[in-house]
């Protein structure tokens, strides 16, 4: 397939999990991408992983950086001509427990990261390029912010906000520009081990589907929605959990 041809992407949080299988679905498609995370020796791995410098580069820093997103848009334009489309796909999740516990400092930490900079990220991106050339973005929300999320509701109400962020850009911005998001459910990733380590089997059973999903699903819908066979979709949360919301879980 070749429907990006000539296109770039800035996808975040992409040097494993989600964020590299959606950086890898959008090179399969035609795409050249730069790729962020903090370390760059996993970076440099995924980059080789992608096809090398030919197909992606990266810039190493923090995702909730200014001056780490700004260099990150002028390599992008620098390097491969464009920034046309934008995955905010970084999150984290540094706490578990009741929020009544939570540390204030970390609750703003995961705004922060999760939400802030998703805004930011946009703002160096329509600036430097979409405002003039029109683009598209999508968001990684999660199912855990689509309803409570006892022991990550700090994480569950930053993704709720970001799905919130996702429509009010979306209707600022449209029509030259689309912005989606794609709310998850569990992901065999390094990221969601907790959630699934040594008990698999029992924690797909409550899926509809019968299994936990793999970045390539997420990575389909997110090609999915940044391409024309989404262009008159926008504003929108996708929710891909192998059917596990229409059960009552998160």
Request: proline share 4%.
């Amino acid at each position: 397939m070749s429907r990006f041809a000539g296109k770039t992407a800035i996808v975040t949080g992409a040097s494993r999990g989600i964020g590299l299988g959606i950086a890898e679905r959008l090179v399969a498609d035609g795409a050249t991408v730069v790729i962020t995370a903090r370390k760059p020796e996993a970076l440099a791995e995924a980059v080789e992983h992608l096809g090398g410098p030919e197909k992606a580069v990266f810039v190493a820093g923090r995702a909730d950086d200014s001056d780490h997103q700004a260099e990150t848009v002028a390599k992008a334009i620098e390097t491969f001509g464009s920034v046309d489309m934008l995955v905010n796909n970084t999150g984290i999740n540094p706490t578990y427990g009741p929020m009544i516990d939570l540390d204030l400092d970390v609750a703003r930490k995961i705004v922060d990261v999760n939400c802030i900079a998703a805004i930011s990220w946009l703002q160096h991106v329509h600036r430097a390029w979409m405002r003039e050339h029109g683009g598209a973005v999508v968001n990684i929300s999660s199912v855990a912010g689509t309803k409570p999320a006892p022991g990550i509701g700090m994480y569950g109400a930053s993704k709720a906000m970001l799905a919130h962020i996702t429509a009010e850009l979306a209707v600022e911005l449209g029509p030259d520009i689309r912005v989606n998001a794609v709310a998850p459910a569990v992901v065999k990733t390094k990221f969601a081990t907790a959630l699934y380590e040594g008990r698999e089997e029992e924690v797909a059973a409550t899926y509809p589907l019968k299994r936990l999903g793999v970045p390539e699903d997420i990575a389909g819908v997110v090609a999915f929605l940044l391409s024309e066979d989404a262009a008159w979709l926008t504003g929108q949360l996708v929710v891909v959990d192998g059917g596990l919301t229409l059960t009552g879980g998160v």
